[in-house]
């Protein structure tokens, strides 16, 4: 079972001006090949079938722990898009839309008209072309160690996209996320490398980073490198996957420092709460009369 708290991972920062069309691209890194919710789901999965876990804990508390992560990593890829596509309509200040003014006309020829005509301007299970991300993504074989060596080229393929997307867009909450997801998509990426070297005896760290630019060369992630974010896992449960210790120890393979296991998810922040937008008729009625529907419930309750 999961539990769920109502933050990000991390806080980011509220969008001045949207942007639909780099929107698009950041969808990429939502419902791609290489995308957050393949990570999700292909760990999940991994953790749902895995067979005689009691005999190699170790290794079922690395693939389950990470899987819960990637949870909160949809969550903030999704938030950065709804934060890009906010304020791309001409939806009214009042909640009032006048219906001769075609306040999304100017949205027919953005990238992807999906986030409009569809989502009502949120984002999409979909890639960066619009197609729905697939179940066929989800590699999970049974076999231990051809499951991490998948894992870690899944985490090597997602992290050459995230670069891609961050060289398309200069856009600040994209940036703010992708700094914050080099880092930690390292960490998946390092740990993997940890276990398929205790498992196996080859050296996977050795064919870090891909492609060969080490994450402290962008300024988006200095801030979490510098406070050891790429040194630590964090154990997503109360009380169970206790034994991630028995793989993530030692040194990290970039600055030789020990890497530790940090109980609980990271402190994160606050996830904005995007205004109605009228013109997308999201969330439907008027504002003010939800307001007064919400106030009522809570008298009630």
Do not use: C
């Not at 989800?138 to 160690?145: A, H, K, P, Q, T």
């Amino acid at each position: 079972m999961f539990l769920r708290i109502d933050k990000l991972q991390v806080e980011l920062p509220m969008p001045e001006e949207p942007d639909p069309n780099a929107a698009a691209a950041v969808q990429e890194l939502l419902g791609g090949r290489f995308g957050e919710m393949s990570t999700l789901m292909n760990y999940t999965y991994q953790s749902f079938n895995f067979r005689g876990r009691d005999k190699v804990k170790p290794y079922y508390d690395l693939i389950a722990n990470i899987a819960t992560e990637e949870l909160g990593h949809i969550e903030l890829v999704a938030a950065t898009i709804n934060g890009m596509l906010t304020g791309a309509t001409r939806g009214t200040e009042d909640g009032e839309v006048d219906p001769t003014s075609l306040p999304l006309s100017g949205l027919k020829d953005v990238r992807n008209t999906h986030h409009f005509i569809v989502n009502g301007g949120s984002a999409l299970v979909a890639n960066s072309m619009g197609q729905p991300w697939q179940g066929d993504y989800v590699f999970n074989s049974g076999d231990l160690i051809l499951d991490l060596l998948h894992n870690f080229f899944l985490e090597s393929g997602a992290r050459l996209h995230k670069i891609r997307v961050y060289e398309m867009t200069d856009h600040p909450i994209a940036r703010a996320m992708l700094g914050y997801l080099l880092v930690r998509g390292g960490v998946h990426q390092v740990a993997y490398a940890k276990a398929l070297e205790q498992l196996t005896g080859a050296e996977m760290t050795k064919m870090l980073n891909v492609p060969r630019i080490p994450n402290s060369k962008f300024p988006e992630t200095r801030q979490y490198e510098e406070a050891g974010s790429h040194r630590t896992l964090y154990r997503f449960s109360p009380e169970d996957f206790r034994d991630v210790d028995k793989v993530w120890k030692g040194v990290h393979p970039e600055d030789g420092q020990e890497v530790e296991v940090v109980d609980g998810p990271p402190e994160g922040g606050q996830a904005a709460d995007h205004p109605a937008d009228p013109s997308e008729y999201a969330p439907g009625y008027h504002p003010d009369e939800l307001a007064e529907i919400a106030q009522r419930m809570m008298r009630n309750s």
